[in-house]
């Protein structure tokens, strides 16, 4: 073992099981870049780590991608340590330093799992921790709750550590087919040449969900579907999909091009042909839900990018709960032939939890006749990617902050203006009294979200 550790706030939560403790022991079994870390699990409960490392087991079982062997796991287990604290209690911060030092641990990083309203104080408790002011901090969204309240943290954590040592994850950004719409768009001429207002028509990100809020509904109640997803998720990957090709691939160049879409976001003036909000029936019974909450759990929104590549492309993006299906898609739909009665093509890049590219094309019918027919290509990455064995999002991002790479990571300035726009948004809805629709469980959602595209001669791409 080296002096370095791997210190996880929140150590018995859902997002430990489920994905940083898999993505740890992948990284382990394949001797990644965290192989030699100690591991220092921080919660309350009162368990021991021989206690923890049972419950820690059966998650990793099921959630790890690689095949679970006992072999493997007490390799692995060796090297975690649960340290019981309160993190909200600064005065216990003076024990934990003595712990780093009697185990000589000085390299430090600091993930923080657990509520974003807990940031400001784990990061004023290490201040009693020699040499973490020099370690490196994993932050989970939701950064803020909006723009102020992100601004405020910002500077407390800035306040302790440096701003090259904040890494703020976005999992969605570790995803493998995020990470190829560059190589798809770029490293293709027959998209590249294509990827601008002249010839694409729309562009639409999806991202439904099967699944209420669940026991999420304190928080979720206080945000709702464009604090939640829209501000950080999508719009993330709408900067992805909108950008110019960077100069080179680095983090600065990326984050520069990234910066260029979001400022070129078009204020919105007419809210009703931007915005439709929407509820799943029901969830004003789900726990912890205020009984008159007009909190949205589905939003659609039409968007414009203003500058020359994409002026009068319109954005579509729509995510919600309870919805008929999980998935993440991407679609490009391209401009009418000029071939009478010719489909549209339409370049669908899949992303969760199938992963692939399906590219719709024309083509004359066999036979002695001039109908074309819509013929389809349809490339699988997941088998492909199963085949391999590739590593997740948590993997990679954990093993691109340990290697001090922040290419696929949020910076504050993107979050600064996402949440800008957001906010925005939020005042001129609620301004304008924008209603906010019920639907059907697991349905499209409302259907009035159709109708905003279909009042511009669009629909969603199904």
Not at 165 to 173: A, C, P, Q, V
Not at 208 to 221: F, K, L, Q, V
Not at 302 to 307: E, G, K, M, S, V
């Amino acid at each position: 073992m080296n002096n370095s550790a791997f210190t996880i706030f929140g150590g018995t939560g859902d997002l430990t099981f489920r994905k940083l403790l898999p993505a740890l022991y992948n990284m382990n079994t394949t001797k990644g870049p965290a192989a030699d870390r100690q591991i220092i699990i921080i919660g309350r409960r009162d368990y021991t780590t021989e206690k923890y490392c049972s419950i820690a087991q059966d998650w990793v079982k099921k959630f790890s991608r690689l095949p679970y062997t006992d072999k493997d796991f007490k390799n692995f287990s060796q090297r975690i340590t649960y340290y019981k604290m309160d993190f909200t209690n600064l005065s216990s911060y003076d024990q934990l330093d003595e712990y780093y030092k009697r185990h000589d641990l000085s390299q430090h990083i600091f993930y923080f799992a657990v509520a974003p309203r807990f940031f400001s104080t784990i990061a004023e408790g290490l201040t009693n921790v020699s040499h973490a002011c020099h370690g490196k901090v994993i932050l989970e969204k939701p950064f803020g709750a909006d723009l102020d309240s992100a601004k405020l943290l910002n500077i407390q954590l800035e306040k302790f550590f440096s701003a090259e040592n904040i890494f703020r994850i976005d999992h969605y950004l570790g995803k493998e087919m995020i990470r190829n719409i560059q190589t798809l768009r770029f490293s293709n001429p027959i998209f590249s040449n294509l990827w601008n207002s002249r010839y694409i028509e729309s562009v639409q990100i999806s991202a439904p969900e099967d699944m209420g809020i669940e026991s999420r509904g304190g928080y979720y109640d206080a945000s709702g579907a464009l604090r939640d997803m829209v501000q950080n998720h999508l719009f993330q990957i709408l900067s992805i999909v909108a950008m110019e090709w960077p100069e080179q691939l680095s983090s600065t160049a990326m984050h520069d091009a990234q910066i260029r879409i979001l400022r070129a976001l078009r204020p919105v003036k007419n809210i009703r042909e931007t915005l439709v909000l929407g509820q799943y029936k029901g969830y004003h019974q789900e726990r912890l839900v205020k009984p008159n909450s007009t909190t949205e759990t589905y939003a659609a929104l039409r968007l414009f990018i203003d500058n020359e590549r994409w002026w009068g492309t319109p954005f579509y993006i729509r995510t919600g709960k309870k919805l008929n299906r999980r998935e993440i898609k991407l679609a490009i739909v391209f401009r009418p032939s000029f071939l009478e009665k010719a489909p549209q093509n339409i370049l669908i890049i899949k992303i969760q939890p199938s992963e692939g590219v399906y590219l719709q094309f024309n083509i004359k019918k066999p036979g002695d006749t001039d109908e074309i027919i819509q013929a389809k290509m349809d490339f699988s990455q997941s088998e492909y990617v199963k085949r391999l064995n590739t590593p997740e999002a948590y993997e990679r991002l954990i093993k691109a902050c340990i290697n001090n790479n922040k290419l696929w990571f949020s910076q504050w300035d993107q979050i600064e203006l996402s949440w800008n726009f957001i906010d925005k948004l939020h005042e001129l809805y609620k301004w304008e009294h924008l209603p906010v629709f019920k639907y059907e469980p697991f349905t499209s959602g409302p259907e009035q979200a159709d109708e905003l595209l279909n009042q511009f001669g669009h629909s969603w791409i199904d």
